[in-house]
Structure formats: C-alpha cells, structure tokens
C-alpha cells in the first residue's frame, strides 16, 4: 500500500480515540495510572496537531474552496481549544478526582468531534486537491518531522504553556 498522510493521521486518531477510552475506564483510584495515559495522549496529541497547523492546514488552505477555509478554520480552532484550554484545566484538577474525570470526557469528546469532522470534510477534500504523490511526500515528511528537534521544541512548548495555565489556575483556583 502506497503511503498516504491522511491514512496515517486517521490511524492516529484511531490511537487517540483508544487513549481516550482507557481513560475514560479507570477509576478515582487510578492517579498514577490516568496521569499516565494523559502523558500518553499528549505525546501524540500535540505533535500530530503542530504538525497539522503548520504544514498539512496551510497547504490545504492555499488549496479550498470556500466549505474548505470553512473547515481549515475551524479546525484551526478546535486545536487552540485544546492547547490553552482543554488540557489545562485537566491539568488543575487532581487525578483521583471526578473533576479530573471529567475534564479528560471534554477533551476525548472534543478530540472525537473534531477527528471525525476532519476525516469526514478535509480530509475528503484533500484526496481532491492533492495528488497521490504529494499526499505520499507529506506523510514522508511528517514521519522525519516527528523526529526532529523541531517536533520536541513543539510539543515541549505546548506541555509547558499547558502547565503555566494550570499553575496559575490552580493558584488562582480557577
């Protein structure tokens, strides 16, 4: 089979969905167990969507039509959500908690929503407005960014602006 960004982030939100549901199944008794699985997701959270923001959305906004800047900004969007508030507040909140519960059911919902929009819209439209080599190119590309310092410094800046947040929210007791 031929390689193919969108098969590979369609996996990745296929790892994702099943991070989420681990989650979702451990109780107030599982600290370090969910503390793990948060570790886990936003290893794979947060380089999928840096990479997403600066290579694959740009490229496919250069390409869309009209319902396709639609969705390239929601998306955009969604991922802020994410990043400044989402986690965050997951991070606030004790893991042996129902509030760490639930703020961690936001994000999975938020996470399957927007992956399934995704799949189901841009994704679509790109197998139009890419070529199969150039959707091979950017899953080549993808696969060498991940493991670059470039990859590390992107999610290292998104773990600690996370955590800024919920220090201060914390703190504040937000």
Same mark, same amino acid.
Do not use: C, V
């Given at each position: 089979?031929?390689?193919?960004?969108?098969?590979?982030? %369609?996996? &990745? $939100?296929?790892?994702?969905? !099943?991070?989420? /549901?681990?989650? &979702?199944?451990?109780? &107030?008794?599982? $600290? %370090? /167990?969910?503390?793990?699985?948060?570790?886990?997701?936003? %290893?794979?959270?947060?380089? $999928?969507?840096?990479? &997403? !923001?600066n290579v694959f959305y740009p490229a496919f906004a250069e390409r869309a039509d009209r319902d396709g800047l639609k969705a390239h900004a929601e998306a955009l969007l969604e991922h802020s959500a994410f990043e400044d508030l989402v986690i965050p507040a997951i991070k606030e909140a004790e893991p042996d908690t129902p509030e760490f519960a639930g703020r961690a059911k936001v994000l999975a919902d938020q996470v399957d929503h927007h992956a399934s929009e995704e799949e189901s819209t841009m994704f679509r439209m790109a197998r139009q407005l890419f070529s199969a080599e150039e959707l091979a190119q950017m899953d080549e590309d993808y696969e060498a960014w991940k493991d670059s310092p470039a990859a590390d410094a992107a999610f290292l800046q998104t773990q600690t602006k996370a955590g800024i947040k919920a220090t201060v929210g914390k703190f504040f007791g937000h």
């Open positions: 089979m031929a390689r193919n960004i969108l098969t590979t982030l %369609k996996a &990745e $939100h296929d790892a994702l969905r !099943e991070l989420f /549901g681990k989650l &979702e199944a451990t109780t &107030e008794r599982a $600290h %370090k /167990g969910r503390l793990d699985l948060l570790d886990r997701i936003e %290893k794979q959270l947060i380089p $999928h969507a840096k990479w &997403e !923001e």
